[in-house]
Nanobody
Framework: VQLVESGGGLVQAGGSLRLSCAAS????????MGWYRQAPGKQRELVAISGNTGDRPNYADSVKGRFTISGDNAKNTMYLQMSSLKPEDTAVYYC??????????WGQGTQVTVSS
C-alpha cells in the first residue's frame, strides 16, 4: 500500500487546513491510521491516531479540540482537519497506516507553515 498526502501549505495563525492522505495499492486492509509531525530540530511526534474510519480517536494534548482525524473507506482516504492553527503547529505532517499485509507504512510528508 502507498500513502500520498496533500493539503499542506501556508496559513495565518487562527486559520484552518485539511490534510488528506490517499491510500492505493492492491489488496490492502488498514486497521489503524494516524498523523504525525516533525518540526525542524525536533523528533517526529504523534498528532492523532484512530481506527480506519476515524473511530476511537486519540489526540496529542497540544492539538485536542483543534484537530480532527477522520477516514473515508469508500475513497481510501484519511483526513486531518486542523483549526485554530498556531505557529507552533508548523511542521512536516506525515500520515501513517497499519496495514494487515504490509505492516506500518508512511506517506512522504506535507509541509504546514503557520505564520504569526
Amino acid at each position: 500500500v502507498q500513502l500520498v498526502e496533500s493539503g499542506g501549505g501556508l496559513v495565518q495563525a487562527g486559520g484552518s487546513l485539511r490534510l488528506s492522505c490517499a491510500a492505493s495499492g492492491s489488496s490492502f486492509s488498514i486497521d489503524i491510521m494516524g498523523w504525525y509531525r516533525q518540526a525542524p530540530g525536533k523528533q517526529r511526534e504523534l498528532v492523532a491516531i484512530s481506527g480506519n474510519t476515524g473511530d476511537r480517536p486519540n489526540y496529542a494534548d497540544s492539538v485536542k479540540g483543534r484537530f480532527t482525524i477522520s477516514g473515508d473507506n469508500a475513497k481510501n482516504t484519511m483526513y486531518l482537519q486542523m483549526s485554530s492553527l498556531k505557529p507552533e503547529d508548523t511542521a512536516v505532517y506525515y500520515c501513517s497506516a497499519l496495514d494487515r499485509r504490509s505492516g506500518v507504512v508512511w506517506g512522504q510528508g506535507t509541509q504546514v507553515t503557520v505564520s504569526s
